[in-house]
């Protein structure tokens, strides 16, 4: 099943596989930044740097509990020890917290209400906290988790452009953030949140110069697309999750009424606008979308000159799909040894892209694919 012979795999594309898929036990909870639970993805997650690279890892889900991955407490030099059984695999560290999460706005709201830390250097925010489909169970994607951290208190509903500016500006300056993601819970205007996004990239372009990715649905207009490249934003998401029409009907059927093929016109669309590689799509691994599924996928949709950004589906509590199991890391590898292959020869690896989820590449072990290094460590 897998297109390239495991023997070829690093230790560092195992070792990272693994993490993304089983998690990691924490025996000191408090190691390194503040992890997130609830709320838009990556959520239940900490951010960990396995042999010089850094990773999303699930630490706050049920597989993560019984994870046969376990990180010591770190050292003084700020080190933890991953360990598997008795076997210890390498050292690893944390990101430390994030100096901005310590600011407010003028009117009391923390800086890390507004706006969050994802991996090293890329600040990441869900515009608007609500959506159409979260409150219906006839509509609501299955593994989505947006009202959560909103109940918790945890953030708030929706962010204006001027705390975005603000926020990613004291990031820029305090925490040497290099990239924005904006994206935004579903509105009930036919431009599916391009609006509000538009407005908030102006704002963050303007105070900071940063590149910005956007998400959203694809709008019913697809000038909305020129009006966002002008307002500041760099590179495009519009996210299937899923690619079997089957499986997105079952998982997110109000979602899935955007059909497949709706979404292909509007990455056409796109591209002539962002420019190659500069468009990308989630793609959920593990909700039901086979290998071959995964791989038509990435056939279709990297000459069209889409990113496949391809993520191991993590179940959250307060989902219905927080018992659901994860892929294997088998899975996983078997799915995107060939996809990184196909990136590179087309020249539209993740370093070639300008912002968002494919730069930071944190949420899924596809960037080690794409240009498989060795180093000591890692050898």
């Not at 951290?149 to 820029?172: C, H, M, N, Y």
């Not at 959203?216 to 966002?228: A, G, I, K, T, V």
């Not at 890391?329 to 993740?350: C, K, N």
Request: charged residues 20%; aromatic residues 6%.
């Amino acid at each position: 099943m897998l297109d390239f012979p495991s023997a070829l795999l690093t230790k560092k594309q195992f070792l990272l596989s693994e993490l993304q898929t089983h998690g990691l036990r924490l025996l000191d909870a408090a190691a390194g930044a503040a992890s997130r639970r609830g709320g838009a993805g990556p959520t239940d997650h900490k951010a960990v740097t396995v042999l010089g690279t850094t990773i999303m890892v699930p630490v706050h889900t049920r597989g993560a509990a019984n994870s046969p991955y376990v990180a010591a407490p770190p050292d003084t030099r700020g080190m933890s020890v991953l360990r598997s059984g008795e076997e210890v695999m390498c050292e690893i560290s944390f990101p430390p917290q994030p100096r901005f999460y310590g600011l407010s706005t003028a009117d009391g709201i923390e800086y890390w209400k507004i706006a969050q830390l994802h991996s090293l250097d890329t600040l990441a925010t869900t515009v608007l906290q609500t959506c159409i489909r979260y409150g219906n169970s006839a509509t609501k994607c299955q593994f989505c988790a947006i009202g959560e951290s909103l109940k918790g208190g945890r953030t708030i509903a929706k962010k204006t452009p001027e705390q975005l500016a603000e926020v990613a500006a004291a990031a820029q300056k305090f925490d040497g953030v290099r990239n924005v993601v904006m994206t935004t819970g579903t509105p009930a205007t036919d431009d599916r949140g391009a609006a509000v996004l538009t407005d908030c990239a102006a704002a963050i372009k303007a105070a900071t110069g940063l590149p910005i990715q956007a998400q959203c649905e694809p709008p019913s207009d697809f000038s909305w697309f020129s009006q966002m490249r002008r307002a500041g934003v760099d590179t495009l998401g519009m996210h299937l999750e899923a690619w079997d029409e089957d499986v997105r009907t079952r998982i997110m059927p109000g979602k899935a009424e955007v059909p497949r093929a709706f979404y292909l016109e509007a990455f056409a669309a796109a591209v002539e606008v962002f420019g190659r590689g500069q468009v990308s799509t989630y793609l959920l691994a593990g909700l039901g979308d086979t290998i071959e599924d995964l791989h038509d996928a990435a056939r279709t949709l990297i000459p069209l000159g889409v990113y496949p950004f391809i993520v191991p589906f993590v179940p959250v509590g307060g989902t219905p799909l927080a018992d659901h199991r994860p892929p294997s890391a088998d899975f996983m590898r078997a799915v995107l040894a060939p996809v990184g292959e196909w990136l590179s020869a087309a020249g539209m690896t993740s370093d070639t892209v300008k912002a968002g989820c494919a730069k930071c590449a944190a949420c899924s072990t596809l960037s080690t694919f794409e240009k498989p290094k060795q180093s000591a460590c890692a050898a």
